[in-house]
C-alpha cells in the first residue's frame, strides 16, 4: 500500500500562488509516476500534473502550462505542486495520486490512479 497525505491548500486572490505538497509513504517502490489530479464543483476530475518518482519527466495539461510547476523532494518523498498566477477556474479540491500507468497525456486523462490522497481545497477569490 501506499499513502499520501496532501498540504498546503487554501484561500488566495485570483493572481496569487500556493504551494501544495504530497507527503508520500508506504511501499514506494512500486510506484512510477506521482501526479496531482482536481475536481471542481459541478466538474469531472481532471489531471493537472504528474512527475516520474524515479526520474525528472513530467507531465502538465495544457491550462496549466506555464503556470504551475511540479517538482519531487527524494530525501523527503514528498511532491510538490508550485501554483502560480491563479485564477478563479483553479477553485477545485486537489488530490495527490500515485500508481499512475504512465506521464502520457492518454494515461492521464484515462487511466485511473491506484492511490489517492483524501484532497486539499484551493479556492481562489477574486
Known amino acids: 500500500q501506499v499513502q499520501l497525505v496532501e498540504s498546503g491548500g487554501g484561500l488566495v486572490q485570483a493572481g496569487g500562488s500556493l504551494r501544495l505538497s504530497c507527503a508520500v509513504s508506504?511501499?514506494?517502490?512500486?510506484?512510477?509516476?506521482v501526479g496531482w489530479f482536481r475536481q471542481a464543483p459541478g466538474k469531472e476530475r481532471e489531471p493537472v500534473a504528474a512527475?516520474?518518482?524515479?526520474?525528472?519527466?513530467?507531465y502538465y495539461a495544457d491550462s496549466m502550462l506555464g503556470r504551475f510547476t511540479i517538482s519531487r523532494d527524494n530525501a523527503k518523498h514528498t511532491v510538490f505542486l508550485q501554483m502560480n498566477s491563479l485564477k478563479l477556474d483553479d477553485t477545485a479540491v486537489y488530490y495527490c495520486?500515485?500508481?499512475?500507468?504512465?506521464?502520457?497525456?492518454?494515461?492521464?486523462?484515462?487511466?485511473?490512479?491506484?492511490?489517492w490522497g483524501q484532497g486539499t481545497q484551493v479556492t481562489v477569490s477574486s
Open positions: 495520486a500515485a500508481g499512475i500507468p504512465s506521464l502520457t497525456a492518454q494515461a492521464m486523462a484515462n487511466m485511473p490512479p491506484k492511490y
Open positions: 508506504g511501499l514506494t517502490f512500486s510506484i512510477n509516476v
Open positions: 512527475i516520474g518518482w524515479g526520474a525528472s519527466n513530467t
